[in-house]
């Protein structure tokens, strides 16, 4: 992966589409989304339903034109230039092969436009074919195949073409969970194998987190937050990324203290924790919300060591109380209630060092400052 | 479900059972005799035409014998007893027919064609519009449509006289316009309703690969569009050689077509010539539209 050149860059790209009847203002499907996709990643955009994210891929693709800004792919704008002209290649969602010609036609088509002589263009759809595991069925027309080998075409017929991009739109969405699971490993070894540049949307937070490189989540047209799974879901940057990746506890409260990029937040009038400073920049006495993810609390059963002589257990000390226990197999989960009245959830694996808690329970419940992370509310 | 089928949880009263069950007998028999009568009702006149175009008597209605010898007078050109059937003429219509029909469903496939795409996949002001006034020429009576083209025909030959000095006289060209104004609504809603059952994706998928907005125009959507063009076409030519009204209003001296030769001949009385000539007529045409609606109704 080269981190230096964007393959594919968006400026300040708007997309908005006319207004029809009984809407009063303009519809932004895309808007002001910024990004740098580089070469040979694995990018994925991911949000939820309506979020722009197809649309910003039809920008790519040129079956839409931007509103405003700009798109370069390999340092070319790419005002102006019509789909067919463009050195990207689309997976679409419902697949979009041709009905009237076999297996074969489909994936020799983009080479016949390329005008690649007809021999070649047999053997390299052949080994495109190869490529996705489908080498026996080229006679055969779209309809007869299932909706997993259409899906294979489909690769195999936008592959054949060595595209510098190749954009996927929600490409499994229509396939069963096992099926699903083993294209997306198939879809991650052939994009390392052939160094392609993969822009893939999806709005299945866990698929994006197993297979991208890097992710832009994104809501309401804007991009929320790019980054690493690793970054996104560890370091969520607002409430709308914590919530749709993974599952997060807000804790609802107002900002009294900052030090060292460490805030305290009071919940209410006996409860304070600490979390650290996300992106934003709140000031004391804001309303903020605390982002903890399940299985960053820990709970102690222990409630008489907090305050008894300053053990320092962790950096934030509460006591709560069990109010519903689940156990799970490899790991348990509790809701928890702290302070005055905030449920908090927790998982706990089951490593086999804690006796199981019981609802009633009196626990201590901590968590590392940094895994929590104070956000605008 | 087994078990459930034996253990009923009522007895229903058997009298009751019983009366129900006439009322749904008579019900069932009612939903039979109804488009029994109705299509009997309909199609009566057409098989009497049938049948007493075999029938032997001549200027009678009774039957007198089976006879193919009227479908051979047609073609043979012999004028039989009553010199009232001319081949020569019927030929002429005929050709005038097939002259029309075919240059008029050319003409009229092309731009129904054109202008079912643009309406299914154009965006501009007023398409509502243009797409509800596309059914106006199905759905305006024949007459006004006839009259209202000879009016704007001699409005046109009259104004283009006035400046030219040439003088133009309606014929099979004025025909073959008149008919290509109705077909063209005929072509355009049939080929719409096969393109919006379209994927739109598979163009996109096309430029996607490569393919110019032509190359996309002649490698997919026209193939898919294609049973649908046919099937417009079909319909397109059985109307234009069906057509009467409009035909009439607008042919000149000596454009005779298939109708109007038929009309012509029972000013002076039936002949069975007529009815063995009206028979072929109708099987040609059903055989048309039938193919047609084949083709419409053909999946991919």
């Known amino acids: ?377 | 479900m087994a078990t459930l089928t034996q253990t009923p949880t009522f007895t229903p009263d058997s009298r009751s059972l019983q009366g129900s069950l006439l009322i749904r007998r008579i019900g069932k028999a009612i939903l039979w005799i109804t488009p029994v009568f109705s299509y009997l009702f309909l199609w009566a006149p057409i098989l009497l035409l049938i049948l007493f175009s075999f029938n032997a008597g001549r200027g009678t209605f009774a039957w007198r014998g089976f006879t193919t010898q009227w479908y051979s007078n047609i073609f043979s050109g012999t004028l039989g007893a009553e010199a009232r059937f001319s081949t020569e003429l019927m030929l002429n219509a005929l050709s005038n027919s097939l002259i029309v029909g075919v240059t008029s469903t050319l003409i009229a496939t092309v731009i129904g064609t054109m202008v079912a795409i643009s309406m299914t996949r154009g965006k501009f002001p007023g398409k509502r519009i243009l797409d509800g006034l596309l059914f106006l020429p199905v759905v305006i009576p024949e007459i006004t449509q006839g009259v209202s083209l000879a009016i704007f025909f001699r409005v046109i030959f009259e104004f283009i006289e006035s400046i030219t000095g040439a003088r133009i006289l309606p014929g099979v060209g004025t025909i073959i316009i008149g008919h290509v104004v109705f077909n063209v609504a005929f072509v355009a809603i049939i080929v719409r309703a096969r393109m919006s059952n379209m994927n739109p994706r598979l163009e996109e998928a096309a430029g996607d690969l490569g393919a110019t907005p032509w190359q996309t125009f002649y490698r997919v959507t026209l193939p898919l569009i294609m049973p649908g063009v046919i099937a417009g076409a079909l319909l397109a030519f059985t109307l234009s050689l069906d057509d009467f009204v409009v035909t009439f209003f607008n042919k000149g001296v000596g454009s005779d077509t298939l109708p109007i030769f038929v009309y012509g001949m029972l000013k002076t009385s039936v002949t069975p010539e007529v009815n063995a000539l009206s028979t072929l007529m109708l099987i040609f045409s059903t055989v048309l539209v039938g193919f047609s609606l084949f083709l419409q109704n053909r999946k991919d």
Request: with cysteine; charged share 20%.
């Open chain 1, 1 to 377: 992966m080269n981190t230096t050149l964007a393959k594919v860059k968006l400026i300040e790209v708007i997309k908005e589409f006319p207004l029809r009847r009984g809407e009063t203002e303009a519809v932004r499907a895309v808007n002001r989304v910024s990004m740098e996709i580089y070469d040979g990643e694995f990018f994925a955009m991911l949000g939820p339903s309506g979020c722009g994210k197809t649309t910003t891929l039809r920008l790519i693709a040129g079956f839409e034109q931007p509103s405003s800004g700009q798109i370069l792919i390999d340092q070319q704008p790419m005002q102006g230039i019509p789909a067919f002209q463009r050195p990207v290649n689309t997976v679409f969602q419902d697949y979009a092969l041709f009905p009237h010609m076999s297996v074969l036609q489909n994936v020799m088509f983009g080479l016949e436009m390329a005008k690649v002589p007809r021999k070649e263009a047999e053997s390299r759809a052949r080994e495109a074919l190869a490529l996705v595991r489908l080498p026996n069925a080229m006679n055969r027309k779209p309809r007869e195949l299932s909706g997993g080998q259409q899906q294979r075409v489909a690769l195999a017929r936008a592959l054949v073409k060595r595209p510098s991009v190749l954009l996927l739109d929600e490409p499994l969405g229509a396939l069963d969970l096992k099926l699903r699971r083993e294209m997306q490993q198939e879809l991650k070894t052939m994009q390392a194998e052939l160094g392609i540049t993969f822009v893939f949307v999806t709005h299945d937070q866990e698929e994006a987190l197993t297979m991208a490189n890097r992710i832009a989540v994104m809501n309401a047209g804007e991009v929320l937050q790019i980054g690493t799974p690793h970054q996104i879901y560890e370091t969520p940057s607002t409430r709308f990324v914590a919530d749709f990746i993974g599952e997060t506890n807000f804790l609802d409260g107002q900002l009294i203290a900052i030090q060292d990029r460490v805030g305290r937040v009071q919940l209410d009038s006996e409860t304070t924790v600490e979390a650290t400073l996300g992106s934003d920049q709140p000031t004391i006495g804001q309303k903020v919300t605390v982002a903890i993810r399940p299985e960053k609390v820990a709970l102690h059963a222990q409630p008489e060591l907090v305050g008894a002589g300053g053990v320092a257990v962790a950096e934030t000390g509460l006591i709560g109380r069990v109010e519903s226990a689940q156990y799970l197999g490899t790991d348990s989960r509790y809701t928890v209630k702290i302070g005055q009245n905030t449920p908090i959830s927790v998982r706990v694996q089951n490593t086999g060092e804690m006796t199981p808690l019981s609802s009633g329970d009196t626990v201590q419940v901590s968590w590392d400052t940094r895994h929590a992370r104070i956000l605008l509310h």
